[in-house]
Antibody, heavy 119, light 108 residues
Framework: EVQLVESGGGLVKPGGSLRLSCAAS????????MNWVRQAPGKGLEWLSS????????FHADSVKGRFTISRDNAKNSLYLQLNSLRAEDTAVYYC????????????WGQGTLVTVSS | SYVLTQPPSVSVAPGQTARITCGGD??????VHWYQQKPGQAPVLVVY???DRPSGIPERFSGSNSGNTATLTISRVEAGDEADYYC???????????FGGGTKLTVL
């Protein structure tokens, strides 16, 4: 069974940093593209970042480029998102998601981890 | 950047057919994916590559894509289909994933 479990969320002050993790199991992690998607309270889905299975190809949304960094450790079956210079508008549930079958088809999702940016 | 436009809400009676649209410039040249999200839950992929269904998704869910509009069709709507639905594409020109704004499906 495919499982994606996010962790690392919490309350952080504006300007602060967090590192989110996503532990993957149940599939060959090194072969699949992985993604981070967030959802602000009461809002829609917002794509943040994608990384290829080998980690060679990395893409970030313009809204977070330079502040957020996606990475992965295939030896640990783990995906990461480093969040820097956090703002109140970054408050959201952050999901990791796995591409299945075709590019950007996020077929598996974690349960999400809540990041709250507030003083 | 590429923009996907969805109606904010769609309402349908049980047993009827719901159609949720997703507009984009020449969207027929893109592969469109659709997600269902119920309150407090993570999204679920219900249609990928315009028309294909992942295993476990009922045949009542189907997709089409033509011209500037992609459509998710839900036949014989049930109360359990009430959810937010999002369309999504991979914009190869910008190397960005793009989500539509989402449509709230209400079952009357």
């Amino acid at each position: 069974e495919v499982q994606l479990v996010e962790s690392g969320g919490g309350l952080v002050k504006p300007g602060g940093s967090l590192r989110l993790s996503c532990a993957a199991s149940g599939f060959d992690f090194s072969k699949d593209n992985m993604n981070w998607v967030r959802q602000a309270p009461g809002k829609g889905l917002e794509w943040l970042s994608s990384i290829s299975g080998s980690g060679t190809f990395i893409f970030h949304a313009d809204s977070v480029k330079g502040r957020f960094t996606i990475s992965r450790d295939n030896a640990k079956n783990s995906l990461y998102l480093q969040l820097n210079s956090l703002r109140a508008e970054d408050t959201a549930v952050y999901y990791c998601a796995r591409d299945v079958v075709t590019m950007a088809a996020h077929g598996n999702w974690g349960q999400g981890t809540l990041v709250t940016v507030s003083s | 950047s590429y923009v996907l436009t969805q109606p904010p809400s769609v309402s349908v009676a049980p047993g009827q057919t719901a159609r949720i649209t997703c507009g984009g410039d020449n969207i027929e040249s893109e592969s469109v994916h659709w997600y269902q999200q119920k309150p407090g839950q993570a999204p679920v992929l219900v249609v990928y590559d315009d028309t294909d269904r992942p295993s476990g998704i009922p045949e009542r869910f189907s997709g089409s894509n033509s011209g500037n509009t992609a459509t998710l069709t839900i036949s014989r709507v049930e109360a359990g289909d009430e959810a937010d639905y999002y369309c999504q594409v991979w914009d190869s020109s910008s190397h960005h994933v793009v989500f539509g704004g989402g449509t709230k499906l209400t079952v009357l």
